[in-house]
């Protein structure tokens, strides 16, 4: 049965197995009470046999029982649901007693007689249950006798009867219970599910502060809503992410737009010479110029942080990326006078171009910071499941406050050197999006007045690749 209210599904399904459950109880109780009822009654008969061998076996003989019964008599007299039968020896096959209401010489056509005691359930005329027990007797002079005693089992079969009508009374009665505290159960159990749906009514995209409350919840509910919470803090964290890096973004925009108008309406404030308007031209290209790398730096990122970009990893040589980066800066390396040196060697999973722009970033940064005349080295190390690339570098260093933050989006840890320098504030956090593309992180330590260090760290390949 399907149905839009999972309350009411599980109540169903509840009520259900109840029912379910509650008949099987009965019918087992039923099987088990016949059972036990038919074991009292053979008990019975057994006893009674017992006590009729015990009298045969003092003084009687076959004339005795037809004479003086007494002894026997005494054994099934007040008893209206035993009746007895002594057949005596073959080949007469005479009955020597018969006490009871009811004959039983029609049941000895059917019922053989042996040595060892033998029951026989069967329906009389009136439709009653008897059981009836047989054997052959011997008495004291060595013949043998047949005895025949049965039972009417009418009162077991009424109080079964008896059961089954209480039965079927109460068994709506239980099922009604049974479906009302299954309703109940299901209610208390989904109340906590309420507070989801208030929680998830009131975040919006303006607000994402509110969390579940985790305490008293069910196990299931616990983890389910500790991470619906950490769902949300990922959520909030990108949020404010995204709503700084617009702010940063608008900042960084407004300030070469802002010069590229005053410089425009400066210059036509008032006919000037060719010479004024080129050097005017020649000012906004470089502001222009600015504009452009921070539009395609943003690009990048935006193409870096999709999980497509993945598709196209291959195996790379890390040795082999950093001497073209190198090759490609060492004019910019001789302008300052700078020695570049690499070494160690390894392999790695990723896109050849995007690890190049990676070491590309640092290594421009490296040689920017640098002192003239300094070395700047590029180190390839295996360390157990990780693989890295350290670009080290000296000077001036960067204080431990700013180390944290120079992944960020247009953070500088000096502002005012970085924009004379051309600086976009970009390169690192592009850096951190190639690494986190390939499943790596970047770092950076440094000892102020000693040696700068940024670190890219890739996993493992988990075979060296055969060079051609």
């Known amino acids: 049965m399907r149905t839009g209210s999972l309350s009411m599904r599980l109540g169903l399904t509840v009520s259900l197995m109840g029912a379910g459950l509650v008949l099987l109880l009965a019918s087992l109780a039923y099987l088990a009470l016949t059972h036990e009822l038919e074991n009292l009654a053979r008990k019975g008969l057994e006893s009674k046999m017992e006590q009729i061998q015990h009298s045969l076996l003092q003084d009687l003989n076959t004339r005795d029982i037809s ?51 033998g029951f026989l359930n069967w329906t009389d005329g009136r439709d ?113 992410q995204l709503s700084q890096f617009s702010d940063d973004l608008a900042h960084e925009l407004r300030a070469p737009l802002t010069n590229l108008m005053g410089k425009a309406q400066v210059t036509l404030s008032r006919a000037r010479a060719p010479d004024e308007y080129k050097s005017a031209l020649e000012s906004s290209t470089e502001e222009l110029d600015r504009l452009a790398r921070i ?8 193409q870096v942080s999709h999980p497509a970009a993945r598709a ?25 006078a700078l020695k570049l040196s690499q070494a160690g060697d390894a392999w790695v999973l990723g896109d050849r171009l995007m690890v190049q722009r990676a070491i590309s970033n640092l290594l421009s940064n490296a040689i920017r910071h640098s002192p003239h005349g300094s070395r700047i080295s590029l180190q ?30 247009f953070y500088r840890a000096d502002n005012s050197r970085a924009r004379t320098e051309g600086g976009t504030g970009l390169g690192l956090a592009i850096v951190r999006s190639i690494m986190s593309l390939h499943q790596g992180q970047a770092e950076a330590n440094c000892v102020p007045g000693d040696v700068t260090q940024f670190r890219l760290i890739f996993p493992t390949l988990s075979a060296t690749p055969q060079v051609p």
Do not use: C
């Not at 906590?192 to 985790?214: C, E, G, I, M, Y």
């Not at 539009?295 to 935006?302: I, K, R, S």
């Not at 990893?313 to 980066?325: G, M, Q, S």
């Open 67 to 117: 004479a003086r019964p007494h002894s026997l008599l005494d054994l099934v007299m007040g008893h209206d649901n035993f009746y007895l039968t002594i057949i005596g020896p073959a080949p007469a096959n005479a009955v020597l007693l018969s006490v009871g209401a009811r004959p039983q010489e029609p049941l000895l056509l059917d019922f053989a007689a042996r040595q060892t005691l």
């Open 128 to 240: 009653n249950q008897i059981l009836s027990a047989s054997s052959l007797m011997r008495l004291h002079t060595g013949e043998n006798v047949r005895v025949l005693l049965s039972l009417d089992r009418s009162d077991d079969q009424a109080l079964l009867s008896a059961y089954l009508q209480s039965t079927v009374i109460a068994l709506p009665l239980l099922l009604i219970l049974i479906g009302m505290g299954a309703w109940w159960l299901v209610q208390r159990g989904l109340a906590p599910l309420q507070q989801f749906s208030r929680v998830a009514a009131k975040v919006t995209t303006q607000d994402l502060s509110h969390r579940l409350a985790v305490d008293n919840l069910p196990r299931e509910l616990n983890e389910l809503a500790r991470g619906i919470n950490v769902m949300l803090d990922r959520l909030d964290a990108g949020v404010q």
């Open 295 to 302: 539009v395609a730096d943003m690009l990048f990122l935006a």
């Open 312 to 336: 196209s990893f291959t195996a790379v040589n890390l040795r082999d990326e950093a001497l073209r980066v190198m090759e490609l800066f060492a004019l910019s390396a001789e302008d300052k």
């Open 380 to 409: 390839v190390d295996t360390h157990h499941q990780r693989v890295s690339l350290t670009v080290s570098n000296p000077g001036t260093g960067i204080e431990a406050q700013h180390l944290p933050h120079l992944f960020e989006r």
